[in-house]
């Protein structure tokens, strides 16, 4: 659901503070850390949502378990969620947190070295017993041997208030357990004056059914709220104000919500039913999931056996008319990479959405990656030229999934657009476009039977038209043999061949024409310019910003088209002394400016699982600008 200016004004009425006082901050980060049973997502997403509802601008950051099983308490099965919420413009999910919520002693280890210096931690006192700690590799209780005196710590009951409170209802104990989320929850909420009622409203749709459940967690939500405001823990609360925002209606979304809605708004625009073909699979599979809810809006969704499957489907609904789709990440795009060249020599639009994880082969399947820059450019068997995109934000995948959908129906051809696990599982609020603020799709005619032919190709664009199956008089065949130019027919003729390669490789390039200027942030010239694309947006324009008010000469630019690269993107980089290119890879983007415009660049480099952090790219900027030479 939207929420509206108005809406917005009525829940920024924070909730009653108690007799405290309230401190006012610009900006929070905060982190939940605890095993995946420990509702760390839910918890991470139910602040989401009432922070949104007062208004301030947030950016999250979901971090998920290395390993999906990991036994309950160890290292690799820490799960967490990040949120910076401010009054300003918010562009990342923050560096290092303020508030560390930590539901045992792994969720300690894990993070600890993260915390900003001072930062408060709230743990769950009843989960730091010898087991835990064992499984945590401590050998004393880090609750009480002094080793946390850098930070304020404030240990608390977690597990025993929420058995206290639940004492009446008829629950097994494993229930009652899973509720002191919601207790930590109603304590973060009376600190940062977080209103109860999203969370409160949630939990009754939820639990509708299970009334015994619904009322477990109102009362833990309510009993945490309550035992913050009178244990005489805290000497005030927390306000941080709204956001100034461009009047509409907004919602909080993920960038696998914004990439799935994308398609759907683009099917509404192009006038076409959408169709997408997909296999299950992390972090891309929410796509799958969401846009199966939407079968009213001329939307069909097939879960097939396996990733040649499902991209083979998606070709052939491409072939019958319908806007066709489809999602994986890294392994899945490798297994749909021969199908891709099918949709490249056929020359019939596909929207090909490539979530980015840890490579290779499994790699880390739960974090997040930049490394696919290469497979999607080039990932194919002979000159197979297509389209690649990058989305910047979580709301940025709306933008550009509408736009790769755009150029593949306009130019007939696949578009791969690029998200990661840190866009596709983080959130932002997003202002809900209206419709003349979306862009005009040209759909290719298939003109008239008499002077139709398969491979006669529009003079501007060399698209060719998209006749579909059963229409009178438009008959043809394609596949994956070479075909002939104009006519179609099976060719194995060496000129035409070639004549074939160069006139689809013509046509992705004269994509470029239509791409917008790119936007210098800062001076046009100057010492330093740091070239970003993808996720690392908003760490290099926080970094950027940040040394511009300090008077440094850096600018940056940012990335959404990266095959064909902007026609702008030469002349530019040539008028600073220095080039930064930031990526969660080794340096793919690197190696393409450097190949590309014979560019003394450096790369920033990070394979960690886990996006930049500010500080790290300010850092590398400020080593550029203190280069000689």
Same mark, same amino acid.
């Given at each position: 659901?939207?929420?509206?200016m108005?809406?917005?004004?009525a829940?920024?009425k924070?909730?009653?503070?108690?007799k405290k006082p309230s401190?006012?901050l610009?900006a929070?980060?905060i982190?939940f850390?605890?095993?995946?049973g420990?509702?760390?997502?839910?918890t991470?997403?139910?602040?989401?949502?009432?922070?949104a509802a007062?208004g301030?601008?947030?950016?999250?950051l979901?971090?998920?378990?290395?390993?999906?099983?990991?036994p309950?308490?160890?290292l690799?099965g820490?799960s967490?969620f990040?949120?910076?919420?401010s009054?300003?413009k918010v562009l990342?999910?923050?560096?290092r947190p303020?508030?560390?919520?930590?539901?045992?002693?792994?969720?300690?280890?894990?993070?600890?070295k993260s915390?900003e210096?001072g930062?408060?931690i709230?743990?769950?006192?009843?989960a730091?017993g010898?087991?835990n700690?064992k499984k945590?590799?401590?050998?004393?209780n880090?609750l009480e041997?002094g080793?946390?005196?850098?930070?304020?710590v404030l240990?608390v009951?977690?597990t025993?208030l929420?058995?206290?409170?639940l004492a009446?209802l008829k629950l097994?104990?494993?229930?009652v357990e899973?509720?002191k989320?919601f207790?930590a929850?109603g304590?973060?909420?009376?600190?940062?004056?977080?209103?109860l009622?999203?969370?409160?409203?949630? %939990? &009754?749709?939820?639990?509708?059914k299970?009334p015994e459940?619904m /009322? !477990?967690?109102?009362?833990a +939500?309510? #009993?945490?709220?309550?035992?913050a405001e009178t244990?005489e823990i805290?000497e005030?609360t927390y306000?941080?104000?709204?956001a100034? %925002? &461009?009047?509409?209606?907004?919602?909080?979304i993920?960038?696998? /919500? !914004?990439a799935a809605l994308g +398609?759907? #708004?683009?099917?509404r625009?192009?006038?076409?039913e959408l169709?997408l073909?997909s296999?299950?699979i992390?972090?891309?599979?929410e796509i799958?999931?969401?846009?199966?809810?939407y079968?009213?809006?001329?939307?069909k969704?097939?879960q097939a056996?396996?990733?040649?499957?499902?991209v083979?489907?998606s070709i052939?609904a491409?072939f019958?008319?319908?806007?066709a789709?489809t999602?994986?990440s890294g392994?899945?795009?490798a297994l749909?990479?021969?199908a891709?060249?099918?949709a490249v020599?056929t020359?019939?639009?596909l929207?090909?959405?490539?979530?980015?994880?840890?490579?290779p082969?499994t790699?880390?399947?739960?974090k997040t990656?930049?490394a696919?820059?290469f497979q999607a450019?080039?990932?194919?068997?002979?000159e197979?030229?297509?389209?690649?995109?990058?989305?910047?934000?979580p709301s940025?995948?709306f933008?550009m999934t509408?736009e790769a959908?755009?150029?593949?129906i306009k130019?007939?051809?696949p578009?791969v657009?690029l998200?990661?696990?840190?866009?596709?599982n983080?959130?932002?609020p997003?202002?809900v476009p209206?419709?003349?603020?979306l862009?005009k799709?040209?759909v290719?005619?298939a003109g008239?039977?008499a002077g139709?032919?398969p491979?006669k190709?529009?003079?501007k664009?060399?698209s060719r038209?998209w006749?579909?199956?059963g229409?009178?008089?438009?008959?043809?065949?394609?596949?994956?043999l070479e075909?002939?130019?104009?006519t179609?027919s099976v060719s194995y003729?060496?000129?035409?061949?070639?004549r074939m390669?160069?006139l689809?490789?013509e046509?992705?390039?004269r994509?470029?024409?239509?791409?917008p200027s790119?936007q210098?942030l800062?001076?046009?010239?100057?010492?330093?310019l740091?070239v970003g694309?993808?996720s690392?947006?908003g760490?290099?324009?926080?970094a950027?910003q940040?040394?511009?008010?300090?008077?440094?000469?850096?600018?940056?630019?940012?990335?959404?088209?990266?095959?064909?690269?902007p026609p702008?993107?030469?002349?530019?980089?040539k008028?600073f002394?220095?080039?930064?290119?930031?990526e969660?890879?080794?340096g793919?983007?690197?190696f393409?400016?450097?190949?590309?415009?014979?560019?003394?660049?450096?790369?920033l480099n990070?394979?960690?699982?886990?996006?930049f952090r500010?500080?790290e790219?300010r850092?590398?900027i400020?080593e550029?600008l203190?280069?000689?030479?």
């Amino acid at each position: 659901m939207g929420i509206s200016m108005k809406d917005q004004t009525a829940a920024n009425k924070h909730p009653k503070a108690g007799k405290k006082p309230s401190r006012e901050l610009e900006a929070v980060t905060i982190r939940f850390a605890g095993d995946s049973g420990d509702g760390i997502q839910l918890t991470g997403g139910q602040f989401t949502n009432s922070t949104a509802a007062l208004g301030n601008d947030l950016s999250t950051l979901p971090d998920y378990p290395a390993e999906i099983r990991a036994p309950a308490g160890s290292l690799p099965g820490v799960s967490g969620f990040q949120i910076q919420f401010s009054s300003r413009k918010v562009l990342t999910p923050g560096d290092r947190p303020q508030v560390l919520v930590a539901f045992n002693p792994a969720a300690l280890k894990v993070n600890l070295k993260s915390l900003e210096p001072g930062a408060l931690i709230i743990a769950n006192k009843d989960a730091f017993g010898e087991a835990n700690l064992k499984k945590a590799a401590y050998e004393k209780n880090p609750l009480e041997d002094g080793s946390l005196s850098a930070y304020r710590v404030l240990a608390v009951e977690m597990t025993h208030l929420t058995e206290h409170a639940l004492a009446d209802l008829k629950l097994a104990r494993p229930q009652v357990e899973r509720c002191k989320n919601f207790f930590a929850l109603g304590i973060m909420y009376w600190i940062y004056e977080r209103p109860l009622e999203p969370t409160q409203a949630w %939990i &009754r749709g939820k639990f509708a059914k299970r009334p015994e459940l619904m /009322e !477990a967690n109102l009362r833990a +939500l309510q #009993a945490g709220h309550v035992y913050a405001e009178t244990a005489e823990i805290f000497e005030h609360t927390y306000r941080v104000k709204r956001a100034p %925002i &461009r009047p509409g209606r907004y919602r909080n979304i993920m960038g696998n /919500e !914004a990439a799935a809605l994308g +398609l759907v #708004a683009a099917s509404r625009l192009a006038k076409k039913e959408l169709y997408l073909g997909s296999y299950p699979i992390t972090p891309a599979t929410e796509i799958l999931q969401f846009l199966s809810g939407y079968k009213g809006h001329r939307v069909k969704v097939l879960q097939a056996e396996d990733e040649i499957a499902a991209v083979c489907s998606s070709i052939g609904a491409s072939f019958a008319g319908c806007l066709a789709a489809t999602s994986t990440s890294g392994p899945g795009l490798a297994l749909k990479s021969e199908a891709m060249g099918l949709a490249v020599i056929t020359e019939l639009p596909l929207v090909i959405i490539n979530v980015q994880r840890g490579g290779p082969s499994t790699g880390l399947p739960t974090k997040t990656e930049q490394a696919d820059l290469f497979q999607a450019i080039f990932g194919r068997n002979g000159e197979s030229p297509l389209v690649v995109l990058a989305a910047a934000t979580p709301s940025d995948c709306f933008t550009m999934t509408v736009e790769a959908a755009r150029i593949a129906i306009k130019y007939m051809t696949p578009v791969v657009m690029l998200s990661d696990g840190y866009l596709a599982n983080g959130s932002e609020p997003w202002r809900v476009p209206t419709l003349d603020e979306l862009p005009k799709f040209e759909v290719p005619s298939a003109g008239e039977p008499a002077g139709f032919a398969p491979y006669k190709r529009d003079p501007k664009t060399l698209s060719r038209p998209w006749a579909v199956p059963g229409m009178p008089g438009f008959e043809h065949r394609i596949g994956g043999l070479e075909k002939q130019d104009v006519t179609g027919s099976v060719s194995y003729d060496a000129d035409n061949h070639e004549r074939m390669s160069r006139l689809r490789a013509e046509k992705i390039a004269r994509v470029a024409d239509e791409i917008p200027s790119t936007q210098v942030l800062g001076q046009p010239s100057g010492k330093v310019l740091v070239v970003g694309w993808g996720s690392t947006y908003g760490a290099i324009t926080a970094a950027v910003q940040s040394l511009q008010a300090e008077g440094q000469p850096v600018s940056s630019i940012h990335l959404r088209n990266l095959w064909p690269l902007p026609p702008d993107l030469g002349s530019i980089l040539k008028r600073f002394e220095r080039v930064l290119v930031p990526e969660i890879n080794l340096g793919q983007l690197l190696f393409l400016l450097r190949e590309r415009y014979l560019l003394p660049a450096v790369g920033l480099n990070k394979v960690k699982g886990q996006p930049f952090r500010v500080d790290e790219v300010r850092q590398g900027i400020l080593e550029q600008l203190q280069a000689k030479g």
